[in-house]
Every structure is written in C-alpha cells, then in structure tokens.
C-alpha cells in the first residue's frame, strides 16, 4: 500500500481503509457514483463493501462516442433530481471515459463539487486520473472541451486490473511505455520486451509511472512547457483515434498512441533528434506488443487536418 503526496491532494494506490477514513473525515452531503455498465458489472459491488454510506448510482453508457456534452447533460440532470448540492461528493468509477467526463461534470456542477477519480483500467490509472485534466469530446474532435482540475484525491486499486479484457490491457500499456520513452530508459528497455504483460506486478509498474506522471504535472500543471513532454504519440495519435472514431472498429485509445509514438518517433528521426537504431527499437517493439492496425486514411490531409484543430500546439 502506497500514498503518493502531491501538491494539493494525494494518491493512494491499494489502500481501502485510506479510502474509508477519507469519506468519514469529508462527511458529504450526500454522494453520487459514476459508472458505465462495465464498471458496474466487475467493480461496483467490490467499492460498495467499503463505501459505509447510502449512495445514488449514476449510469452511462461505456465508450468514447458517449463522451460528450449530451451525456454530461443527462448526468448533470440526475444530480439535480436527486438533490445533489456544492457539499456532495462524486465518484468516478471506471476508466478514462468515466474518468475525463465525471470529473468535467463535477468540476462544473454548481461552479465546482468534490469528486475522487477511482480509476478501473490500466489506462485510467497510469494517465487520465493523474494532473487534473478533464474534458469531452466535441464536434468529432477528442477533448475539445474542458479543464484542468485536480480532484479531492485519486484511489487506485490494481486489483481492477483484473477484469480487464486483452484489448484493453493493451492499450493501458501503451501509456506506461510512453512514460518509459520519454522519462526512464531502463523502464522501457524492460517494459518493450515482455511477452505476457498481463502477468507483471502492476503494483509497481502503476506506482512509478504516475510518479512520473506527477513529477511532470506538478512542475507545469498547465502545459506552458515541460508537461507537453507527456503529449509524446499523441497529437498524432488523437488525430488517427479522431478518423476512426465513428467507424465500425474504432481504434482504442492505446492502439492511436502506439500509431502516433511511431509515426513521431520516424519524425524525430528525419529531423535529426533520435538515431536510427532508437526509431527501430520503438517501431519494432511496439509492432510486436500492437501489430499492424489495416486501416488506410484517404487522403492523408484529413489527418493533417485534425492535427490542426487539436487542442495541443501543432
């Protein structure tokens, strides 16, 4: 069991009594928590056994074409109708999706309500609960609106980790070899060549890549600078998940990054910032954990073209 302090909340990584006490100490009006029908299913009743409160169940639907201002509006309303005021509490439970907008809908429910992020997928653990930044997506465009935030606290349990499927085993993945590229060589010359990564102790892989995660956050909370390091893949990346988005085999969010860190590290490349045997290292290693996705972009400025309009600097 582990607490990592940060400057203004902490996050606890397998500590339920943590959890527990936390509740009795902020003693909410009343608290609301955010699933999806996955969340609910595998984690809900585990979170329920330490929950020594009465607590209204939101519900919405999974997936990243459900992050948007109209499912905001629907949990907003339900807040509302069950008399949720500037003294409740909201829970997010569940992955990035959950994450991004329980966190967007709080942060703006009432000008500001507490919410904790209790991230359920390897992805939600290692990036999206960790910096405060909270948003929707918007007119076909990932995360177009929203905020930075930081929450009350962060509650990770690995054990969540579970109940996951390959698919998105693979894509939470994705992040902790982002964080090993562009923060800690050792981390990923260890993390590139595993075979069965869902047998690794994620304990204290989730542990050291938020510390990573928090290290840069807490030096540029708002990306004027350093943060926009943890950006590797993904200008790229959202771009390539943007295209597919309203397909019939929608990219994971993983599957865009490992696309994007690529086709950036090829860049940085010709430009001269990384050799030749870094760009085969990075592009045969994550070939190996992703494969070859056969999709085709026509014409490429459609790309190009979301690059654009991304809320990142092109």
């Known amino acids: 069991m582990k607490t990592i302090h940060c400057k203004n909340y902490n996050i606890h990584v397998n500590n339920w009594k943590s959890f527990e006490n936390y509740i009795i100490d902020l003693n909410p009006s009343n608290i609301f928590v955010l699933v999806d029908e996955n969340s609910e299913k595998y984690c809900l009743h585990i979170f329920l056994e330490h929950l020594y409160r009465t607590c209204h169940i939101i519900r919405i639907q999974s997936g990243e074409q459900n992050k948007t201002i109209t499912t905001c509006q629907w949990v907003w309303t339900k807040l509302m109708q069950n008399g949720a005021d500037r003294h409740s509490l909201i829970i997010n ?12 809908c709080a942060a703006t429910y009432m000008r500001g ?5 209790m991230p359920t997928t390897l992805l939600s ?13 918007f007119a076909g465009f990932k995360n177009m609106v929203g905020l930075i935030k930081i929450p009350a606290a962060v509650f990770i349990f690995t054990d969540f980790l579970k109940t996951l499927p390959n698919d998105q085993f693979r894509s939470g993945y994705a992040e902790l070899l982002k964080h090993g590229l562009i923060a800690d060589k050792e981390s990923w010359s260890i993390l590139s060549k595993q075979e069965k990564i869902e047998d690794l102790d994620y304990e204290i892989l989730v542990y050291e890549s938020v510390m990573i995660k928090k290290s840069v956050t807490e030096q540029d909370p708002y990306e004027n600078g350093l943060r926009k390091i943890l950006n590797f893949g993904h200008t790229i990346g959202h771009a390539v998940e943007s295209y597919w988005m309203d397909s019939k085999t ?7 990054i490992a696309i994007g860190m690529v086709s950036e ?6 430009i001269g910032k990384i050799s030749e ?13 992703f494969g070859h996705h056969p999709k085709f972009v026509k014409p490429v400025e459609d790309l190009i073209n979301l690059m654009h309009v991304d809320k990142k600097e092109f």
């Open 113 to 117: 309500v507490h919410f904790i992020q």
């Open 125 to 137: 653990q290692v990036d999206a609960s960790v910096g405060g930044k909270l948003g929707v997506d």
């Open 265 to 270: 590290a090829f860049l940085s490349y010709r």
């Open 250 to 256: 929608p990219l994971l969010h993983g599957e865009a």
């Open 93 to 104: 439970l569940g992955g990035g999706v959950i994450g991004d907008l329980g966190g967007f």
């Open 277 to 289: 045997t870094d760009l085969f290292d990075i592009r045969n290693s994550l070939l190996r954990l």
